[in-house]
């Protein structure tokens, strides 16, 4: 499974960024996707990810500022809408696929395929 994330940038704190993530594929293995970021030296953190019935699960850092959706395409698709980002915000961030088992926790363990990443820069 291959996939591709687009939409990363440089804002100012307080706007507004979609990412977005095409897969190769859907199927059993892309049956839960989500979004992850990495900040250099810190662990890989979930951010939001979303189960084969488009039911989203979000960190708590991100609830009321982010959301994650499938869009209906051939292949499976997700973005992330991310509003009123703060500089707090700023990593690179993985687009991510799984079983759909992988949609019981928001923990990289779960993912089994990982995009390149896009980065995400915002400044005060």
């Known amino acids: 499974v291959r996939l591709v994330e687009s939409g990363g940038g440089s804002v100012v704190a307080g706007g507004s960024l979609k990412l977005s993530c095409v897969a190769s594929?859907?199927?059993?293995?892309?049956?839960?996707m989500g979004w992850f970021r990495q900040v250099p030296g810190q662990v890989r953190e979930g951010v939001a990810i979303?189960?084969?019935?488009?039911?989203?699960?979000y960190a708590e850092f991100v609830k009321g500022r982010f959301t994650i959706a499938k869009e209906n395409t051939e292949n499976s698709s997700l973005v992330l809408q991310m509003n009123s980002l703060t500089p707090e915000d700023t990593a690179m961030y993985y687009c991510?696929?799984?079983?759909?088992?992988?949609?019981?926790?928001?923990?990289?363990?779960?993912?089994?395929?990982w995009g390149k990443g896009t980065l995400v820069t915002i400044s005060s």
């Open positions: 991510a696929a799984g079983p759909a088992g992988g949609c019981l926790w928001l923990e990289t363990y779960g993912m089994d395929y």
């Open positions: 594929e859907d199927s059993r293995r892309t049956k839960c």
């Open positions: 979303i189960d084969l019935n488009g039911s989203p699960q």
